[in-house]
């Protein structure tokens, strides 16, 4: 994967040249903390270096009135007591000489960045800006934010490189550029307009296409800043072809910036309904947990329906842990998770702009994890307790419910779980849990080592048309024969010249992972399912201490395995939605995009993340059913739980096209599309209310508070 990094370190420049409190957290080390941790950590050296150019006043004006930016160039020559009067007239900013000079530096830093994986010079970024940008509005600074770099960055994406995708099954899809960018005409080429609440499209090209053309570029922006970006809202708030997504502190209103339209029930103005989100967290202390439950249960079913092009992320740290601003508790690896969960968007198109992040420490950390996770690295295992809070799961409702009339994702047929907690006094056990772990989190981060290689693929038989990243491994060796011969006793089928030739290359490749040498890798068998036994067992055995285990096609749980607690089974085409235990859980596959996408982001995902494996094994058995985008999609995303330790068994009747998209998924590479969304039907609805009614109390990360009134009286 290539990321740029756009930095220019005269961002330095602009400081706070009297004393207020409030402001001096906004300093120049922040910039130069992460900078000097990308160089420490060998980062920076892997990333395409670019030095950030000033957005011209006309790219200002894209977001900002023509007075606003006037009045921000006679910044440069005021005195500093003249500087500390205008500062005065805003909310919590500052001026200094060179204020202007960087904050057009930094919105310049974020357009570069869209330009470079716009134009495919590189496949993501990440900005290393200040001054932030998302509170700034159209006329006025506002908490540290003189241009807004994001929407700045989102308006010109729009203008600059209009683009569209065609989703029709016939063509597959790929980029046009537009004539003009600008709005004003109807047509499109294929007669088919998409167009979400009545926007005019861009005028495009004429193509020959022949499927569905969406008739503007849409892009998504996910502000994780801990403040609620209402900057970007404004800017936004009637326009379907933005989706902003913002979790932020609100604590029922009385935390800055102390705004109504920062709640959940803000969801956006006329053709914008829906394209505004909200989550607000009413507690301090939001962790791993929480974050990834926010991501599955709302973020992320909203962005697969939205489809957007192109991701942008108000990269704010302040909402990690030790930062004063947010007192929230996630550890900076949850940033990589949710990195890795965003690049399976847009085809992987993700530009990070850096907002707030006071605590040096944990911002650099943080910026780090970001980079890591955009050149394909795998992000490390989450620590501490994978159980969201009662007040988070509240939030995550109030939203889900809040926007469920503009979504069809998050519809659904809602069934309280059977034995419910009320999440309380799981919570009290899980924060004191949690304090406990805090002080060494940090210190264990670097502890996890990424193992030297990052893919294997191991075949049986030579496989010419495959074609591969560059540094994808094919592994030659297999097992010592003894130990070979030992496992294949278990099995007839196994003890054959075909499936004991692949049984050897399954287990030499299952030690590397498990020895640390290989992060993952795809195995092909001719008997998938007692090579799955087998890689379990010898799994078990070789130190891996909990295994989640998704099984495709025909391929059932051996009957003698230990229900121990150890295996976490999950077989996707079973028959029925059943919870045999909790430990063996079976579920039909959907034949609907919004049906497997529901079933991968509220069920799979979440038992994946609350069962914290040390390795996850995906089995393609007979007859799995899965189409090619769909199983990459799935690899995709297990690379998460497990800290990349995955291991892809494929039945050989698969094809070699299959084999080398789940190669370049495992090696970080986006999926490619699912295809045109549909929404998931009754019946697929029906089995994840009944699953998560069986298994919501034993997991946590299942969880969806039903009528949170009932629950909390
Ligand atoms: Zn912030």
């Given at each position: 994967m290539r990321t740029a990094l756009?930095?220019?370190?005269?961002?330095?420049?602009?400081?706070?040249?009297?004393?207020?409190?409030?402001?001096?957290?906004?300093?120049?080390?922040?910039l130069t903390a992460a900078v000097e941790r990308l160089q420490q950590g060998g980062l920076e050296q892997r990333c395409l270096q670019l030095a950030a150019r000033e957005a011209s006043e006309a790219e200002l004006g894209l977001v900002h009135s023509p007075e606003y930016v006037s009045l921000l160039r006679g910044t440069q020559a005021l005195s500093t007591e003249e500087l500390q009067a205008l500062s005065g007239q805003y909310d919590a900013v500052y001026f200094h000489p060179s204020t202007f000079h960087c904050a057009r530096l930094a919105a310049g830093a974020a357009l570069q960045l869209v330009d470079a994986v716009l134009t495919g010079?590189?496949?993501?970024?990440?900005?290393?800006?200040?001054?932030?940008?998302?509170?700034?509005?159209?006329?006025?600074?506002?908490?540290?934010?003189?241009?807004?770099?994001?929407?700045?960055?989102?308006?010109?994406?729009?203008?600059?490189?209009?683009?569209?995708?065609?989703?029709?099954?016939?063509?597959?899809?790929?980029?046009?550029?537009?004539?003009s960018g600008g709005v004003g005409c109807s047509e499109t080429p294929c007669g088919a307009l998409l167009c979400r609440g009545g926007l005019l499209a861009p005028r495009w090209e004429a193509q020959p296409l022949s499927g569905l053309c969406t008739p503007y570029p849409r892009i998504l922006i996910v502000d994780w800043d801990v403040h609620h970006g209402q900057g970007i809202q404004y800017i936004f708030e009637d326009d379907p072809s933005v989706l902003y997504f913002s979790w932020h502190r609100y604590e029922h209103g009385r935390f800055w910036p102390y705004l109504r339209e920062s709640d959940a029930d803000a969801v956006g103005l006329g053709p914008g309904r829906g394209f505004t989100v909200n989550l607000p967290w009413n507690q301090v202390g939001m962790g791993n947990a929480d974050y990834m439950a926010a991501f599955l249960h709302v973020l992320l079913p909203v962005a697969f329906e939205f489809d957007p092009e192109l991701v942008l992320i108000s990269a704010g740290f302040d909402s990690a842990i030790g930062?004063?601003?947010?007192?929230?508790?996630?550890?900076?690896?949850?940033?990589?998770?949710?990195?890795?969960l965003l690049q399976v968007l847009a085809g992987g198109r993700v530009c990070a702009v850096l907002e707030g992040g006071y605590h040096l420490e944990s911002l650099s950390q943080s910026v780090c994890m970001v980079v890591k996770a955009l050149l394909g690295d795998p992000a490390p295992p989450l620590l501490g307790p994978m159980v969201p809070r009662h007040s988070a799961l509240e939030?995550?409702?109030?939203?889900?419910?809040?926007?469920?009339?503009?979504?069809?994702?998050?519809?659904?047929?809602?069934?309280?779980?059977?034995?419910?907690?009320?999440?309380?006094?799981?919570?009290?056990?899980?924060?004191?849990?949690?304090?406990?772990?805090?002080?060494?989190?940090?210190?264990?981060?670097?502890?996890?080592?990424?193992?030297?290689?990052?893919?294997?693929?191991?075949?049986?038989?030579?496989?010419?048309?495959?074609?591969?990243?560059?540094?994808?491994?094919?592994?030659?060796g297999s097992a010592p024969r003894e130990e070979t011969q030992a496992w294949a006793r278990l099995h007839e089928a196994l003890t054959q010249d075909t499936a004991f030739t692949a049984l050897g290359k399954v287990l030499h490749l299952l030690n590397g992972i498990l020895d640390g040498q290989v992060s993952s890798g795809i195995a092909t068998t001719p008997a998938a399912a007692p090579t799955l036994e087998v890689v379990l067992r010898q799994g078990l055995s070789h130190g891996a201490q909990r295994v989640f285990c998704v099984a495709l096609g025909q391929l059932d749980r051996p009957p003698d395995l230990a229900n121990d607690g150890r295996i976490l089974w999950l077989n996707i085409r079973g028959k029925e939605a059943?919870?045999?235990?909790?430990?063996?859980?079976?579920?039909?596959?959907?034949?609907?995009?919004?049906?497997?996408?529901?079933?991968?982001?509220?069920?799979?995902?979440?038992?994946?993340?609350?069962?914290?494996?040390?390795?996850?094994?995906?089995?393609?058995?007979?007859?799995?059913?899965?189409?090619?985008?769909?199983?990459?999609?799935?690899?995709?995303?297990?690379?998460?739980?497990?800290?990349?330790?995955?291991?892809?068994?494929?039945?050989?009747?698969?094809?070699?096209?299959?084999?080398?998209?789940?190669?370049?998924?495992?090696?970080?590479?986006?999926?490619?599309?699912?295809?045109?969304f549909s929404m998931a039907s009754p019946d697929d609805l029906q089995a994840l209310a009944h699953l998560r009614g069986q298994l919501g109390a034993q997991w946590e990360m299942l969880q969806l508070l039903l009528e949170c009134r009932e629950l909390v009286a």
């Open positions: 756009v930095y220019h370190e005269e961002m330095t420049a602009a400081r706070l040249l009297w004393d207020d409190p409030e402001c001096e957290i906004e300093r120049p080390e922040r010079t590189a496949h993501n970024g990440f900005a290393l800006v200040r001054p932030p940008g998302h509170h700034s509005q159209r006329a006025a600074a506002n908490g540290f934010c003189v241009f807004n770099n994001v929407a700045i960055a989102a308006r010109y994406a729009q203008k600059q490189h209009g683009v569209r995708r065609c989703v029709g099954a016939a063509v597959g899809w790929g980029l046009r550029r537009t004539e930062d004063p601003e947010g007192q929230m508790q996630a550890t900076p690896e949850c940033f990589a998770h949710l990195t890795q939030s995550i409702q109030s939203v889900r419910a809040a926007q469920a009339p503009h979504w069809t994702s998050l519809w659904q047929q809602e069934r309280r779980p059977s034995a419910v907690s009320p999440g309380e006094p799981k919570c009290k056990a899980a924060e004191a849990q949690t304090s406990a772990v805090l002080s060494s989190l940090l210190d264990q981060l670097h502890l996890y080592a990424t193992p030297p290689v990052r893919t294997v693929i191991a075949l049986t038989a030579p496989a010419a048309a495959l074609v591969l990243p560059p540094d994808v491994l094919h592994q030659e059943a919870a045999l235990s909790t430990f063996h859980v079976s579920v039909p596959l959907s034949g609907t995009t919004g049906g497997f996408l529901s079933c991968i982001l509220a069920l799979v995902l979440p038992l994946a993340y609350g069962f914290q494996p040390d390795l996850v094994l995906v089995a393609l058995g007979p007859a799995h059913g899965l189409q090619d985008p769909q199983a990459a999609l799935l690899a995709a995303l297990l690379r998460g739980p497990a800290g990349g330790r995955v291991l892809v068994l494929v039945e050989q009747e698969c094809t070699c096209q299959l084999v080398g998209v789940l190669a370049r998924v495992l090696h970080g590479e986006p999926p490619p599309s699912l295809g045109p």
